[in-house]
């Protein structure tokens, strides 16, 4: 036997895997494309035209490595924010920041406590770190707050991450009850609030920002609501000493130039923003009542997506969403007990949930008929 | 004293650091532009107007996340270079995938063996592992090849980084050479061959590409000579199950979509690639002239940039930069012992090395008389 080098031995146990499978991917397997991209929280409204602007002039400077220090971004977002500059680190996406968040807090073996059914990714990095995941219930649809808190004591966890508003539920929590788990939380646990879908939420469910508190850093992206998922650009916002962390173990020339300039757009054009948010409102709405209409159960969101329990187990679900991908409407649902009931359907363009509306009916009662 | 979230023992003992100012930051310090950009080793040139084109189509789709396999841009390069999909990852830039090398394959207290004076971030990411470097002097201004076998062998170290055509000299050890390092190298050490300037080497440089090869990991780049630095985009090459493991780790919609489009053109548009070569390698033989004119001592060169010696000291050197920078010129320096001696500059347009022939001579004139 040939003889190799040895991987580190908290990478040796982990197990080769792509924790979310990419449309495209799917697309290749079944040998045709998809009529809806609605399963990825996408935004399918697009960046700002003035965004777009800036990328297709930005194309030709793509020679020079970015700025490592992300000056101009990073600036904009505090003074959008009313932070310092030294409260905000911008990173590869909201995945990016988790990724180093874990390697920054989390020693082998340190406990890190989550929801069971949430972001995969953080879990995935938590993974990568060598930490122990404890998994909380959620309840009625929620992360349970009070359940976290609790294993979070009693396992004396060094981190906790939440999303507010949650994926893959699109429910939320409002900010009082955020900052009295805050509040609640031993000075020693980091908590990592995840707000991918904080644009799209109530003003009430976000918490007034807090950069004295050494043990919360927020994060925020521009793949959801600013139309950006595909340039990777993410920020995250918290205690200067917090932060300056980052700077230990981030890929300095990480965000690409491109990344920044459209970030830094993006920020700039609030009232496309706002039309967004409109837009995304209308698209609950209608995600909903399409729901309704076949019978299904939709929960309240505050995200850019509606999730909903299709009345009846995990395997119901599963068949009402693959009969969806068998006719080419992208979509995902959960998997985790009694969250496994729902599919998960992201807010699109009118002639896509047009196509959401029209073949519903026929994925569902093929669901039920096999069932 | 307010409780905090510890760190990670291994990030705790790390200092908080940017490997490379970048030339906006000086620029900012300065108050004024650079008049020529010609110290980080781009490419001036720019990516190919068929690059430029389909980022600009491109532009608009970017709400789409990216395909987290890579899967087109990793087919390209795998048909381009005739080995196989499972020999290829693709990443954010080399420095993406040289920190999670040191993340697969370092673990805490293992030894790693590099050049004294070669790529800091490398180093950045050995640091970021918990690995100890162990760091060789470089021997006539190259790699030293045996120096570095001889401290693989004496500190059972588990990784050696090399690269080849080499920064910050820009010299280069011919194929045979490299492969009979690699033979002599322990099984179970990683060999890091940094192949960032292979594109601007001559074709005997590059050994021919092996893939059975559990202990090589090769790694090479659109941000060179393709022109691509700003967009984040590079790939590793080796034996397929040591490829397989980077899946582990890598945060897997990190390549943006916009990088793997930028990629896939560029990749496709070789005639571009040979006539930036051939720009190259006229740009070196003037920045050599040049230096020469000027008493200065042009190192022969494989990459896209010229070291030359100032004919002193390393305090010497490091005057003449400044002056250039003082003047206008962003060009950078070696810092490590003898190689310190020089300035590194990088082939520009046609105008730039204009302003570079201009000043030098004031610029290593003041350099003397204040020495």
């Not at 003889?3 to 146990?13: F, N």
Request: aromatic share 8%; proline share 6%.
């Amino acid at each position: 036997m040939t003889l190799r080098p040895r991987q580190a031995p908290i990478i040796d146990a982990l197990p080769v895997t792509v924790p979310f499978v990419g449309p495209e991917a799917q697309e290749r397997a079944r040998g045709r494309p998809f009529r809806a991209r609605i399963g990825a929280n996408e935004s399918s409204f697009g960046p700002a035209p003035y965004v777009i602007a800036r990328m297709q002039e930005a194309a030709r400077d793509q020679w020079m490595y970015c700025d490592p220090e992300r000056y101009e971004l990073r600036t904009a977002i505090a003074q959008h924010l009313s932070v310092g500059y030294e409260n905000v680190v911008v990173g590869e996406g909201i995945d990016g920041l988790l990724g180093l968040v874990a390697r920054l807090f989390v020693a082998p073996g340190d406990t890190v406590v989550t929801s069971l059914g949430a972001y995969p990714t953080f879990n995935f990095h938590v993974d990568g770190s060598g930490g122990r995941l404890l998994k909380v219930a959620y309840r009625n649809d929620r992360e349970d707050l009070e359940g976290l808190l609790e294993a979070v004591r009693r396992e004396n966890a060094v981190m906790v991450y939440l999303s507010n508003p949650d994926n893959p539920m699109g429910t939320w929590w409002e900010a009082d009850e955020i900052m009295r788990f805050a509040d609640a939380l031993p000075e020693t646990t980091m908590f990592v609030l995840d707000e991918a879908y904080g644009e799209t939420a109530p003003a009430s469910a976000l918490p007034r920002i807090d950069i004295d508190r050494p043990n919360l850093i927020r994060m925020r992206t521009f793949s959801k609501a600013y139309g950006l998922a595909g340039i990777r650009c993410g920020y995250a916002i918290g205690e200067k000493e917090s932060i300056a962390a980052f700077e230990k173990v981030r890929n300095h020339y990480g965000t690409s130039r491109m990344a920044q300039i459209a970030g830094l757009a993006a920020l700039a054009d609030q009232a496309y923003l706002a039309e967004v948010k409109r837009r995304v409102a209308a698209g609950r709405q209608r995600l909903a009542a399409i729901a309704r209409d076949n019978g299904l159960s939709p929960i309240e969101s505050a995200t850019n997506f509606v999730t909903m329990g299709c009345g009846g187990d995990g395997a119901l679900a599963l068949k009402v969403m693959q009969n969806l991908l068998d006719r080419d409407v992208f979509i995902r649902k959960p998997m985790a007990p009694v969250l496994d009931r729902c599919i998960r359907v992201s807010v699109g363009l009118d002639h896509e949930l047009d196509i959401f509306a029209q073949e519903l009916p026929k994925a569902v009662a093929d669901a039920r008929a096999s069932s």
